[in-house]
């Protein structure tokens, strides 16, 4: 087979989830399979994280604007190289792919949900925008769609009303670098003072649900004895002080570490230097973060909706993300219950045995030539 897949935004120097997501699974098929031939079709980045192999070529296409890369380019240089499925993997595709056979990735579907009207990123709401017009019109062209978790799976099937076998649920995997040994490494000193912290991954998207992780922080103070330092990812020091005295609680931000973005070679030792990691969000649809927590033996607090009880599993310590003060009450659990919390850290270190990119790369594999077969009138 000659598979093309798009890794659009891989070789940019700040990767957020699908570019690792997409990222992981090239790696792992480039290790596991020499028998088919992949084209891997990029922009242009400072970040070059992926080289060629005998049978893995990486295919720089330069275009001013995502919409023209993904309509114009890709399909051009993906008939160029005369593929034989083509996989897109951020959520959309070309609406015209010269009669390619096309795989599509589609982590979710937020963009058919009604928009938070508090978010004011431009980047985000133009994204939301592109995915809600162009989606519709792919779907029905797409030999398979390939979602990440059954949460997402049924909401797909649901609102697109499709049929079943069309969408396939493949899980995500976590990298092997996350593991109990990343305490050894003292990374995590570049961010914060001393371990045993809580570690907030967030950004300005409602769904993170950072105004409600604030208020429950201010709550836990006012009930620990310990007073455990944050530690925020990904959000600017301007951006959490903002919140905190619109909340009235401007003067807990003396307790609070916010170095921005967190690079993915210094996250094993963040995790493994925290206490727990506070993962809150109002919606996921698989949740890296906290597979890569759990590998590294730091217990989660994790909200009971959408994807996230599904992947952290049914002894995951669960709370309600619209309640700050279930998440509190968890925090201070975690701090007072000794049995509880070594409990939480062992079933999140078996949880994660059920997860990796080689079983991805395997399934991945196997839907190509099912789809090649399919096209080719072939029977597996």
């Keep these: 087979m000659r598979i093309g897949i ?26 596991t399979d020499t028998d088919n031939e992949y084209f891997v079709y990029v922009k242009p980045g ?19 604007s995502y919409p023209l890369w993904e309509q114009y380019a890709l399909p051009r240089a993906a008939k160029r190289d005369k593929v034989d499925i083509l996989h897109c993997t951020s959520n959309t595709a070309p609406i015209f792919t010269k009669g390619i056979p096309l795989i599509l990735t589609l982590h979710d579907i937020i963009f ?31 030999r398979r769609i390939i979602t990440v978790s059954d949460f997402e799976r049924e909401n797909i099937l649901n609102k697109l009303q499709l049929p079943a ?16 040994e990343a305490e050894q490494d003292d990374a995590y000193s570049k961010y914060i003072g001393e371990r045993g912290y809580f570690f907030f991954l ?8 950072t105004e409600r992780t604030l208020v429950a922080y201010a ?3 006012e009930q620990s004895d310990i007073k455990r330092k944050l530690l925020v990812a990904d959000l600017s020091t301007e951006y959490i002080d903002g919140i905190l005295k619109a909340k009235g ?69 669960l709370i309600n993300p619209g309640n700050s003060d279930d998440i509190a009450a968890m925090m201070l659990k975690m701090e007072n219950d000794k049995a509880f919390y070594e409990n939480q850290k062992h079933a999140g270190r078996e949880r994660t045995r059920l997860f990796s990119w080689n079983k991805t790369a395997s399934e991945l594999l196997l839907l190509y030539k099912n789809v090649y077969d399919e096209t080719n009138g072939m029977k597996r």
């Excluded at 990767?15 to 480039?30: A, F, S």
């Excluded at 076998?165 to 109990?180: K, L, M, S």
Aim: glycine share 6%; hydrophobic share 35%; aromatic share 10%.
């Design 6 to 31: 798009e890794a659009q935004r891989v070789f940019r120097k700040n990767k957020h989830g699908m570019d690792y997501v997409v990222l992981q699974e090239i790696r792992e098929l480039q290790k």
């Design 46 to 64: 400072e970040d070059v994280c992926l080289t060629e192999t005998a049978n893995v070529h990486i295919r720089t296409v330069g275009c001013p």
């Design 112 to 142: 058919l949900e009604p928009r938070d009207k508090k978010n004011k990123s431009l980047y985000q709401n133009m994204g939301w925008l592109y995915r809600r017009l162009v989606v519709p019109k792919i779907i029905g062209k797409c």
């Design 165 to 180: 076998e069309q969408v396939t649920r493949i899980y995500n995997g976590y990298n092997e670098w996350f593991a109990p």
């Design 202 to 209: 967030g950004n300005t998207d409602p769904k993170k649900n």
């Design 219 to 221: 709550k836990y103070l």
């Design 249 to 317: 609680i401007g003067h807990i931000m003396s307790h609070i570490s916010a170095p921005g973005y967190i690079v993915n070679t210094d996250l094993p030792s963040v995790y493994a230097g925290a206490f727990a990691f506070l993962y809150t969000s109002l919606r996921e649809s698989f949740g890296i973060p906290l597979l890569e927590a759990m590998a590294c033996d730091t217990p989660v607090i994790t909200s009971n909706s959408s994807s996230m009880p599904e992947i952290a599993g049914p002894d995951a310590a």
